[in-house]
T-cell receptor, first 111, second 112 residues
């Protein structure tokens, strides 16, 4: 059974609209992460969290917010979606800061 | 900060050929090095891990060797199969850093 799940798996959004991507893990891990994947850039860290009700900025946080309401759930929020945010987004979890386990990804297209 | 360089963007092989992917890294911390593999439509999955305490790792027929002197971390497999076709990422982890640092990936295509 998949330990990190993401929803939706695919989404089309309009420019300026609000988008929420959700992640759920059953690994009992404290750390959760959001990355985006773009051709030519690999995966880059957007936000992460090491405890419920607290989030931290990663390397590319501009234009994104994150929410960690519980140990199992971590959301990525785009308040005003832009064309440049078209990408594949991955959620991951880890027991400590190193070894991470990834979800299947969400393909977001902003039109 | 941390950085990872994979110079090979794409590798094309026939089945049973030898695979070698080169990776170099830069860090001021205490690294753990990983190779992740990503199949189409899926998230990256851990292939193997090497720490500075043990300079080699292996999994599923793949071997990785870490050289602190040259800050290199290579992945190899003696005989590839078509099912090994995927994107392979060299990844740097540091317990003092926020997350993982990914290389750009090497797309490996194996033909029968």
């Amino acid at each position: 059974e998949a330990a990190v799940t993401q929803s939706p798996r695919s989404k089309v959004a309009v420019t300026g609209g609000k988008v929420t991507l959700s992640c759920h893990q059953t690994n009992n891990h404290d750390y959760m992460y959001w990355y985006r994947q773009d051709t030519g850039h690999g995966l880059r860290l957007i936000h992460y969290s090491y405890v419920a009700d607290s989030t931290e900025k990663g390397d590319i946080p501009d234009g994104y917010k994150a929410s960690r309401p519980s140990q199992e759930n971590f959301s990525l929020i785009l308040e005003l979606a832009s064309l440049s945010q078209t990408a594949v987004y991955f959620c991951a979890s880890s027991a400590y800061r190193v070894e991470q386990y990834f979800g299947p990804g969400t393909r977001l297209t902003v039109l | 900060g941390n950085s990872v360089t994979q110079m090979q963007g794409q590798v094309t092989l026939s089945e049973e050929e030898f695979l070698f992917i080169n990776c170099t890294y830069s860090t001021t911390g205490y690294p753990t090095l990983f190779w992740y593999v990503q199949y189409p439509g899926e998230g990256p999955q851990l292939l193997l891990k090497v720490t500075t305490a043990n300079n080699k790792g292996s999994s599923r027929g793949f071997e990785a060797t870490y050289d602190k002197g040259t800050t290199s971390f290579h992945l190899q497999k003696a005989s590839v199969q078509e099912s090994d076709s995927a994107v392979y990422y060299c990844v740097l982890g540091d317990r003092y850093a926020q997350g993982l640092t990914f290389g750009l990936g090497t797309r490996v295509s194996v033909f029968p």
